[in-house]
């Protein structure tokens, strides 16, 4: 990701647009309106990316280490890893996650709740590129089992066997990728800004090869990407307030979506079929209602707070948890802002009722 906190227009607009709700056939409220439930205090500043262990009930936050929350008592516990520049989590399975971590390029893996550390997996020697983001986001591909890192200032994608705790191939994508989504079937999806463009790429984990190159028009800076199993579509979002919904088998473009600035992810809840990307200029996250392929539409502009721009949803609850922080001016050399100490929390945006399709 290029900001590190000091750490995707509709196609069926209608009075769901409005934010007020569609209505069933026997006029009863029918979609959840989200709101803030709560604000979990915490401590720390730094942080990227959240993952959450559905099977747990527990979210992950890298930060400086990894900080933890039961989902259930909404507990907090900072630090269950130490660590210096992390950014990437990926739940693993058997009750294990990995984070990597940009200082000495290593990949940890560890028991989810006690913190234990399994493995610890070198990748300097397949990984060459030093820098801030050597390494950066990290996603399952479910069918090989492998997890992919990804160096976002090299354009490395290295794959990692978590169970033999090693390195075991590399796939060079080049420019600079951001965030990935696997469909479950093998394929991971990557996105990456080029010097003019932003693009999909799609790469085929088990013959280690691009196999297709998908355009993202009048996106700036494609950060966050989630995939649509339902529809067998890619939703990816751009720095310049646009979520394009790319279909996932031809590239071709399903929807494009006017959205906040400067969201760094967007998170698809799978069970009721609803996108969410948080606006760090506006301090606002838009809901997206995705029916079907040519039926998607924003129902709902939530406030939060600016600044916010990446977190996780538990799709077993629909709540949406966001990591979120007072900033003042970036501290040199650190470019970004830098977050205020002690005010560090995470949101909960929890739907006020099931949703009804």
């Given at each position: 990701m290029k900001f590190t906190c000091a750490a995707s227009m509709a196609s069926?607009?209608?009075?769901?647009?409005?934010?007020?709700?569609?209505?069933?056939?026997?006029?009863?409220?029918?979609?959840?309106?989200?709101?803030?439930?709560?604000?979990?205090?915490?401590?720390?500043?730094?942080?990227?990316?959240?993952?959450i262990d559905e099977q747990l009930g527990r979210l992950y936050l890298a930060q400086g280490g990894v900080t933890a929350l039961d989902l259930k008592t909404n507990k907090l516990t900072t630090a269950l890893i130490?660590?210096?520049?992390?950014?990437?989590?990926?739940?693993?399975?058997?009750?294990?996650?990995?984070?990597?971590?940009?200082?000495?390029?290593?990949?940890?893996?560890?028991?989810?709740?006690?913190?234990?550390?399994?493995?610890?997996?070198?990748?300097?020697?397949?990984?060459?590129?030093?820098?801030?983001?050597?390494l950066d986001a990290m996603v399952l591909e479910p069918k090989s089992g492998l997890v992919v890192a990804i160096n976002g200032d090299s354009g490395l994608l290295v794959l990692i066997d978590v169970k033999q705790?090693?390195?075991?191939?590399?796939?060079?994508?080049?420019?600079?990728?951001?965030?990935?989504?696997?469909?479950?079937?093998?394929?991971?999806?990557?996105?990456?800004?080029?010097?003019k463009k932003s693009e999909i790429v799609a790469v085929d984990i088990a013959a280690r090869k691009v196999t297709a190159h998908f355009a993202l028009?009048?996106?700036?800076?494609?950060?966050?990407?989630?995939?649509?199993?339902?529809?067998?579509l890619l939703i990816s979002v751009c720095g310049n307030g646009m979520a394009k919904f790319i279909h996932a088998d031809t590239g071709l473009e399903a929807a494009s979506i006017a959205v906040g600035r400067a969201a760094d992810a967007v998170m698809f809840d799978s069970q009721r079929h609803r996108a969410f990307v948080p606006s760090a200029a506006g301090g606002k996250m838009s809901v997206i209602a995705v029916r079907s392929s040519s039926d998607i539409a924003v129902i709902q502009t939530v406030a939060t707070q600016r600044g916010t721009r990446l977190g996780a949803v538990d799709?077993?609850?629909?709540?949406?948890?966001?990591?979120?922080?007072?900033?003042?001016?970036?501290?040199?050399?650190?470019?970004?802002?830098?977050?205020?100490?002690?005010?560090?929390?995470?949101?909960?945006?929890?739907?006020?009722?099931?949703?009804?399709?």
């Open positions: 069926s607009i209608g009075i769901a647009a409005l934010g007020l709700g569609s209505m069933n056939a026997g006029g009863a409220e029918s979609t959840p309106v989200y709101s803030v439930a709560a604000e979990i205090p915490g401590a720390g500043g730094s942080w990227d990316y959240a993952v130490v660590g210096k520049v992390t950014h990437g989590l990926a739940v693993v399975g058997d009750g294990l996650v990995a984070v990597d971590d940009s200082a000495d390029k290593t990949v940890k893996v560890f028991d989810g709740v006690s913190g234990k550390i399994a493995a610890t997996i070198p990748t300097a020697q397949d990984n060459p590129v030093n820098g801030n983001h050597a705790a090693k390195v075991t191939g590399t796939v060079s994508i080049g420019g600079k990728p951001e965030y990935a989504a696997a469909d479950g079937k093998g394929a991971l999806y990557v996105n990456v800004n080029r010097s028009k009048g996106c700036e800076e494609a950060t966050g990407i989630a995939y649509d199993q339902a529809d067998n799709v077993n609850t629909g709540k949406v948890y966001l990591p979120a922080a007072t900033f003042g001016p970036p501290v040199p050399p650190n470019p970004y802002p830098t977050s205020v100490s002690g005010t560090f929390k995470i949101l909960v945006v929890a739907p006020s009722a099931p949703s009804h399709q």
